[in-house]
C-alpha cells in the first residue's frame, strides 16, 4: 500500500468514527427527549420548564454554562467543576458513576485525533521512525485530552439536562442532612 492508500484508510476510518459518534449522540438526545409530553418539572406541581433549543444547550456547553440556566459556570477552575449551578442550583452530576460518559467523550475525541495526527504523519513526514512517529502521536492524544477535558464534562452535563437527570433533589438532601425517601419505604 503507498502512502495515498494508507491517508485515505485513516482518512475513511474516521468518516466512520464521526457517523457512529454523531449518530450515537443524535439517538441519545431522541431518546432522553422523547418523555411523552416532554414536561419537565423541577418540583411536584409545578409549572413544565421551557425546554431550551439545541443550538443554545451547544452554545452553552462551548461556554461551559449550566445547561438549565445558561448563567452559571459549570467550571470553577480549568479542571474543578461546581458540584452545582451558582444561578439556579442544578446539580451537574448527581450520581458517582457518570464520569463514564464524558470519559467515553474523550475516548471518541482522542480517537479522532490521533487518526487525524497519523494521516498527518504520513502524508507530511513519511521518512520519520516508527518510534518517534509513535511517541508523537501519544503526545498529541495527551494533549487533546488535556484540552477537551472541560468541554467533554460540559457536553456531558447537557446531555444529563436533555436527558432529565439534573435536579435540586441532592443538593437540598445533604443541605438538610435528610436522605430522600427510599423507594417503597
Known amino acids: 500500500m503507498n502512502d495515498l492508500q494508507v491517508v485515505f484508510a485513516m482518512a475513511a476510518a474516521l468518516v466512520v468514527l464521526a457517523m457512529l459518534a454523531g449518530l450515537g449522540v443524535l439517538l441519545a438526545i431522541a431518546m432522553a427527549r422523547d418523555d411523552g ?108 485530552l488535556l484540552l477537551s477535558f472541560p468541554w467533554t464534562r460540559s457536553l456531558w452535563t447537557v446531555f444529563l439536562y436533555v436527558a432529565g437527570a439534573m435536579g435540586e433533589r441532592p443538593a437540598r438532601a445533604e443541605a438538610t442532612g435528610t436522605h430522600p425517601p427510599r423507594a417503597g419505604a
Open 37 to 144: 409530553e416532554g414536561a419537565r418539572t423541577e418540583a411536584a406541581g409545578a409549572q413544565a420548564a421551557p425546554r431550551v433549543a439545541g443550538a443554545a444547550l451547544l452554545r452553552r456547553a462551548a461556554g461551559r454554562r449550566c445547561p438549565r440556566c445558561g448563567r452559571g459556570r459549570v467550571f470553577r477552575s480549568y479542571v474543578k467543576m461546581n458540584p452545582q449551578c451558582t444561578e439556579c442550583g442544578a446539580v451537574f452530576w448527581v450520581d458517582e458513576g457518570e464520569w463514564l460518559g464524558p470519559f467515553v467523550l474523550d475516548y471518541a475525541s482522542a480517537t479522532g485525533v490521533a487518526i487525524i495526527a497519523w494521516a498527518a504523519i504520513e502524508l507530511l513526514a513519511p521518512q520519520i521512525g516508527l518510534i518517534p512517529e509513535v511517541m508523537l502521536l501519544c503526545a498529541v492524544v495527551i494533549a487533546s
